[in-house]
């Protein structure tokens, strides 16, 4: 079995920063993808960023420059650091990652239970 934990959502300034995690637990082999996801009331979730085993990112256009994606191979974790927030960034942000596991030939789409980032004054 493979959970994915996260922590660091709150309520935070518009301009403040928060610092989300995601760990990976489990039987796991390796890890592929990981990147994290929001969804604000009434809208669809979308992708926020990912990030591949390379190190190579990417950031939907309303982030960049904003949010920083990175990851620590060796404790199978996945941060998201955001700076200057705003009020539309409230959303509940999920992390997912790709991972394949123990007894299993494919890589399973893993998703944590969500935390929630609010961001007003």
């Known amino acids: 079995q493979v959970q994915l934990v996260e922590s660091g959502g709150g309520l935070v300034q518009p301009g403040g920063s928060l610092r989300l995690s995601c760990a990976a637990s489990g039987s796991i082999i390796s890890i592929y993808g990981m990147g994290w996801y929001r969804q604000a009331p009434g809208k669809q979730r979308e992708l926020v960023a990912v990030?591949?085993?390379?190190?190579?990112?990417n950031y939907v256009d309303a982030v960049k420059g904003r949010f920083t994606i990175s990851r620590d191979n060796a404790k199978n974790t996945v941060y998201l650091q955001m700076n200057t927030l705003k009020p539309e960034d409230t959303a509940v942000y999920y992390c997912n990652a790709l991972i394949r596991r123990l007894g299993v030939a494919e890589p399973i789409s893993y998703w944590g239970q969500g935390t929630q980032v609010t961001v007003s004054s």
């Open positions: 990030i591949i085993s390379s190190g190579n990112t």
